[in-house]
C-alpha cells in the first residue's frame, strides 16, 4: 500500500508565500514524476509543476518564475514553493505521484487527499 500525504496550504495574502509539501511512503520500489495539480471550485483540474526523479522540470505558464517543485529522492518527498501569490490562485492543491509498488514492480498514479490554499486579504 502507498500512500500520499500532502500539507502546507493556508490563507495567505495576495503577494505572500507558501511552501507545500507532500510525503510518499508505504511499499515504495520507485518513485517516478511527482507533481503539484490544483483545482478551483467549477474549474478543471489543472497541473501547476512536475518533476522527474532526475530532477527536470515543468511548470504552467502562469506560475513561472514565481513558483519552484523540489524533491527529495531520499525521503521520497515534493515541495512547491509558491511566491506572490495571486487571489485567482485559490484552490485546492493536490500531490501526484507515479509510483511502483514492491509488491508488484507496477507503476500507478496517486494522489495525496488535497490542501486548500486560500489567497486573500
Known amino acids: 500500500q502507498v500512500q500520499l500525504v500532502d500539507s502546507g496550504g493556508a490563507l495567505v495574502q495576495p503577494g505572500g508565500s507558501l511552501r507545500l509539501s507532500c510525503a510518499a511512503s508505504?511499499?515504495?520500489?520507485?518513485?517516478?514524476?511527482m507533481g503539484w495539480y490544483r483545482q478551483a471550485p467549477a474549474n478543471q483540474p489543472e497541473l501547476v509543476a512536475r518533476i522527474s526523479s532526475g530532477g527536470s522540470t515543468n511548470y504552467a505558464d502562469s506560475v513561472k518564475g514565481r513558483f519552484t517543485i523540489s524533491r527529495d529522492n531520499a525521503k521520497n518527498t515534493v515541495h512547491l514553493q509558491m511566491n506572490s501569490l495571486k487571489p485567482e490562485e485559490t484552490a485546492v492543491y493536490y500531490c501526484?505521484?507515479?509510483?511502483?509498488?514492491?509488491?508488484?514492480?507496477?507503476?500507478?498514479?496517486?494522489w495525496g487527499q488535497g490542501t486548500q490554499v486560500t489567497v486573500s486579504s
Open positions: 501526484n505521484a507515479g509510483v511502483a509498488s514492491d509488491y508488484d514492480l507496477l507503476r500507478y498514479d496517486y
Open positions: 508505504g511499499s515504495i520500489f520507485r518513485v517516478y514524476n
